[in-house]
C-alpha cells in the first residue's frame, strides 16, 4: 500500500493552540503563509493551520508517522487513521458517489460524474490517494488519479460534460443552476443504476433545496436511498467522481487554449475577463456563448466593454 502523503482534517481551536505548542515543543520551524494562522514544517513533513474551520493540512514522506504519533494521541485524542471502516462503515458499502466540476468557472463545460464502489473498491480508491478534487493543486496529478481510478476493478463510472453552448440552451430551459445541476446529477445517478441496478444508495453534495434533486430521478432513481450532504467529497465515491468531474473540465480548457493559441484560465478573475475580451476582440462576440457560460455577469462585462471599444474606434 503507498504511504500516505496528504491528509487534512477539521480542528477546533484550543486543538489548534495546543498542536502549535507541541510543534513549538518539537522543534518545526514556523512560516507565514496566506490564510493560515500558522505553518510549520520539520524535517519530511509540512503542517498548515488554516483559517477557516479551523483545519489541519498535513503533507510530505512522514505524514503518517506524524498523524499516528502526535496528532492523533496528543491532539485529537483518538485514532482513525487506518481505522476508517471501524468509524464510517458506510463508506465501504455499495453506493453510488456524485460531483462536478466547472460550475463557478466562466470558461468551459460543466461537468458532472459518477462513480460506483463497493468496500474493494472504496479500500482500492483511498490507497492510490482519490481525495476531493479541490485539494489536489497540479492538473497533471488529476490526469494521473483519473487514470488509476478507470482502472480500478469492479469500479463502473459515468461522465456528462455539458459544454458550453448546450449549457446556454439549458440554463435558458432550467431557468437556475439548482435546476440544471439537479438534471445533470439524475442524468448520471440513472445511467450508473442501469450497470448496478442493485445499488441501495447515492451520495452527493447538499442541494440549497434537497428536493429539486429528488424531483429530477426518474424511475430507477427513486427507489434508492438519496443521500445529499455537505462536505460530501469525505466519501471515496464522491472522491474519485470529484476527480474525473476535473479531468474532464481541465481537458477541455487545455485543448480549447490550444486550439485558439490563448489560456482561457479557470475561475472568474480579471485575467479571465481580459482572455474572453481577447477572443471577442480576434473572433468576434459570436464566439463567446460556445466558450462561456452567459449568465455570469463576466459575459456583460466583456460584451459591453466590446461595445465600448467598437464604438471608441476613429471613423475610417
Keep these: 500500500m503507498p504511504a500516505l502523503t496528504s491528509y487534512t482534517h477539521a480542528l477546533t481551536a484550543l486543538q489548534a493552540a495546543k498542536l502549535r505548542t507541541l510543534l513549538e515543543e518539537r522543534g518545526f520551524e514556523f512560516q507565514t503563509k496566506p490564510y493560515c494562522l500558522y505553518a510549520a514544517a520539520r524535517s519530511k513533513v509540512n503542517v498548515c493551520v488554516y483559517e477557516k474551520g479551523p483545519k489541519i493540512v498535513v503533507q510530505g514522506k512522514e505524514t503518517e508517522d506524524f498523524i499516528t504519533h502526535l496528532l492523533e494521541p496528543e491532539v485529537l485524542g483518538e485514532a482513525k487513521l487506518g481505522y476508517e471502516e471501524v468509524h464510517n462503515p458506510e463508506m465501504f458499502q455499495p453506493h453510488i458517489g456524485v460531483d462536478e466540476s466547472g460550475k463557478g468557472d466562466f470558461f468551459g463545460p460543466l461537468v458532472i460524474a459518477g462513480v460506483y464502489v463497493d468496500g474493494n473498491v472504496a479500500r482500492r480508491l483511498r490507497d492510490i490517494g482519490a481525495v476531493d478534487s479541490k485539494r ?166 466583456v460584451l459591453s466593454r466590446s461595445v465600448s471599444d467598437h464604438s471608441n474606434k476613429p471613423a475610417g
Design 136 to 301: 489536489i493543486s497540479s492538473d497533471e496529478r488529476i490526469f494521473k488519479i483519473a487514470g488509476d481510478i478507470r482502472a480500478v476493478p469492479g469500479l463502473a463510472w459515468e461522465v456528462i460534460s455539458i459544454h458550453p453552448a448546450r449549457y446556454n440552451e439549458l440554463y435558458e430551459k432550467f431557468g437556475n443552476l439548482n435546476r440544471l445541476l439537479a438534471w445533470g446529477h439524475a442524468r448520471i445517478i440513472e445511467n450508473l443504476l442501469e450497470r448496478v441496478p442493485g445499488c441501495p444508495r447515492a451520495i452527493s453534495d447538499q442541494f440549497a433545496n434537497p428536493a429539486v434533486l429528488q424531483r429530477a430521478l426518474q424511475t430507477r432513481g427513486r427507489e434508492i436511498e438519496l443521500v445529499q450532504r455537505t462536505k460530501a467529497e469525505s466519501d471515496p465515491a464522491v472522491a474519485a467522481a470529484s476527480i474525473l468531474a476535473r479531468e474532464a473540465f481541465v481537458g477541455w480548457l487545455k485543448s480549447q487554449s490550444q486550439k485558439f493559441s490563448l489560456e482561457l484560465p479557470k475561475g472568474v478573475s480579471p485575467v479571465v475577463k481580459q482572455a474572453a475580451a481577447s477572443l471577442a476582440q480576434q473572433h468576434g462576440n459570436d464566439l463567446l456563448p460556445a466558450l462561456c457560460k452567459m449568465h455570469f455577469r463576466t459575459s456583460s462585462e
